[in-house]
C-alpha cells in the first residue's frame, strides 16, 4: 500500500512518529529541567524507540525560546502546572521575561 503525502514529502505515520518523538523530549527535558529524571529513568528511556531525548540543550542550559516553545507545548495540551514550573525557571533565567505576555512569543 502506497503512502499518501502531503506535499512535504511525509506521510501521516512519518508526522505522528515525529509529533510523538517531540512530546517526549519535551517530557523529557521538563522532568530533567525539575530534577524528576533519575539515572534509572534515563537509562530505560535511552532504550526506548526514540532515546532519551530533550527539546533542550543540556551543555548550555535552555534557552529562553526553548523554554517559551516548552510552555506553549504544555498551554496546548493543558498541562498548566508544568506551565507555571518553567514560568519560575524562564522568568529565574531570564528576568526579562517576567513582564513578557504569551503574544510576543508567538
Do not use: R
Not at 3 to 32: I, P, R
Not at 65 to 86: D, G, P, S
Not at 88 to 101: D, R, V
Amino acid at each position: 500500500m502506497e503512502q499518501e503525502d502531503y506535499g512535504y514529502g511525509k506521510s501521516v505515520e512519518e508526522m505522528q512518529k515525529e509529533e510523538e518523538m517531540l512530546t517526549t523530549a519535551f517530557n523529557n527535558s521538563y522532568n530533567y529541567l525539575t530534577n524528576k529524571v533519575t539515572m534509572d529513568y534515563v537509562l530505560h528511556a535511552s532504550e526506548s524507540e526514540f532515546g532519551f531525548v530533550l527539546a533542550h540543550n543540556t551543555h548550555v542550559g535552555p534557552t529562553k525560546m526553548e523554554l517559551e516553545n516548552m510552555i506553549l507545548h504544555f498551554i496546548e495540551t493543558e498541562e498548566y502546572e508544568k506551565c507555571a514550573v518553567l514560568k519560575g525557571i524562564l522568568n529565574k533565567e531570564y528576568p526579562e521575561s517576567i513582564n513578557e505576555s504569551l503574544e510576543e512569543w508567538l
